[in-house]
């Protein structure tokens, strides 16, 4: 009885040794467990920037036409084989106004 209580008691502290100092053991978990914690947080951040450019990607490839016409109105530009005409409008003086500038530049010699 007293040889099978000592190899028990020899098993237990292997068992506890391989428990606290092994492969497996508490501080190998807890190291891991922080560079998971560590590589989620990464990931995490890599999962932000790649939705962000899936829709900036997005907005481009349906956002041509936006493009097209800022392109057009802001910078003028246009397509090959195509006439591009402008318009100006210029403001007339009212007839009134004329007509006291002519009466005027008569009565000033």
Same mark, same amino acid.
């Given at each position: 009885m007293r040889v099978a209580t000592i190899v028990l008691l020899a &098993?237990? =502290?292997v068992v506890h040794a %391989? &428990?606290?100092?092994g492969k +497996? +053991? !508490?501080? /190998? !978990?807890? $190291?891991? /467990? *922080?560079? !998971?914690q560590h590589q989620q947080k990464l990931n995490d951040q890599a999962? *932000? !920037?790649n939705e962000q450019l899936v829709a900036e990607v997005r907005d481009l490839q349906e956002g041509l %036409?936006?493009? %097209? %016409?800022k *392109? /057009?109105?802001e910078l003028g530009m246009i397509k090959p084989d195509e006439i591009y005409v402008q318009l100006t409008t210029t403001k007339q003086p009212p007839a $009134? *106004? $004329?007509a006291n500038a002519g009466e005027a530049s =008569? =009565?000033?010699p």
């Open positions: &098993l237990l =502290a %391989e &428990l606290w100092f +497996g +053991g !508490v501080p /190998r !978990v807890m $190291s891991l /467990r *922080a560079q !998971v999962q *932000a !920037v %036409e936006m493009v %097209e %016409e *392109a /057009r109105t $009134s *106004a $004329s =008569a =009565a000033a």
